[in-house]
């Protein structure tokens, strides 16, 4: 019995060993020309950025889902799109550019459908790639990220580790071999460079589209914890002179006949907000054929008209802020 004990402590030791050199001390080098990395890019337009300054955080419906240049020329103020990755979490997605929140700015929260229902992912306090993001990439970043969110997510460390270990170790091998060009695009979909200078992924524009499942039928649970975090959000934004407003996301007609009943209790739980809804969610139900690779993911096509679509929603609320501020 005593050497099993040993045994069991020995093995526990070895993969907490492992895991911890992983997770703290491997480089990830291959993330550089990711996608996640474009946080630090976006970090720097909100440091550049004159206030007041437009701010659309959410995840890859609006990275995927914007021409931030006709919004910002639209209302002659900078525009900054936040959007990267649904992993990321709305929880550290809102609270990420606190920091850079002055007065007078106004900030467009346009959230996932996923992050409002209850599963076992949780998806609002985030999943993996937030671990890239916190020990890889932004490790200042760790501040945002509350109590319970660290516990939600060491069931994603080991994975993480053991991922990140394997990406080092593959990657090693093909630099050590010369073997650096795999034959992928000079840009591809989800690089970091597929980002332009206001933040919206644009690297997909001009491509075909192509096929990808709709969400399922299942009926979800509202989960209130988001509803609550979001108003207790906009106390902390209007605390700064800031403006917060909601509006839908983008969704594929398929998937949204399908998820219908899920998005008719939360539009009714959405009422509990403290801030303005600037939309219905019909309004962003758009064709199947305006959407590139997932039910969020616009193509060229529907980025030009959702674009037409949010100046027209956002102009009532932005030419009142500014007969207010003469």
């Not at 900078?78 to 606190?98: E, L, P, T």
Request: proline content about 4%; aromatic content about 14%.
């Amino acid at each position: 019995m005593k050497r099993f004990i040993l045994k069991v402590t020995l093995f526990t030791f070895l993969l907490v060993s492992i895991l911890t050199v992983s997770t703290i001390y491997i480089p990830n080098d291959v993330l550089k020309k990711s996608l996640y990395y474009s946080i630090i890019d976006k970090h720097e337009l909100l440091r550049k950025s004159q206030s007041p300054k437009l701010i659309f955080i959410g995840a890859s419906n609006i990275s995927f889902g914007l021409d931030s240049e006709k919004i910002s020329k639209a209302f002659n103020m900078d525009v900054i799109n936040m959007g990267i990755h649904a992993g990321f979490g709305i929880k550290y997605i809102a609270n990420d550019i606190k920091d850079y929140i002055s007065s007078r700015d106004i900030i467009v929260i346009v959230p996932e459908y996923d992050y409002f229902y209850k599963n076992k992912n949780n998806i609002a306090n985030g999943r993996q790639e937030l671990l890239y993001l916190m020990f890889d990439i932004h490790p200042e970043g760790r501040k945002h990220i509350q109590q319970d969110q660290w516990l939600h997510l060491l069931g994603y460390i080991p994975k993480y580790a053991t991922d990140k270990l394997s990406l080092f170790l593959r990657y090693q091998h093909r630099s050590s071999s010369g073997n650096m060009n795999n034959n992928r695009p000079l840009v591809g979909i989800y690089d970091r460079a597929a980002f332009n200078e206001y933040g919206d992924a644009v690297a997909h524009w001009g491509l075909p589209n192509e096929k990808f499942s709709p969400y399922d039928k299942s009926k979800d649970e509202i989960n209130h914890d988001i509803i609550q975090f979001l108003n207790q959000y906009n106390d902390e934004v209007a605390d700064k002179g800031a403006r917060l407003y909601f509006i839908y996301p983008c969704f594929q007609a398929e998937s949204f006949e399908n998820k219908s009943h899920s998005i008719k209790l939360l539009e009714n739980e959405l009422n509990q907000l403290n801030f303005p809804i600037l939309s219905t969610p019909e309004r962003y139900k758009f064709p199947d054929d305006y959407f590139f690779n997932t039910p969020y993911h616009l193509n060229k096509n529907g980025v030009d008209v959702r674009t037409r679509m949010i100046i027209e929603d956002l102009s009532p609320m932005i030419n009142k802020a500014i007969r207010g501020r003469r």
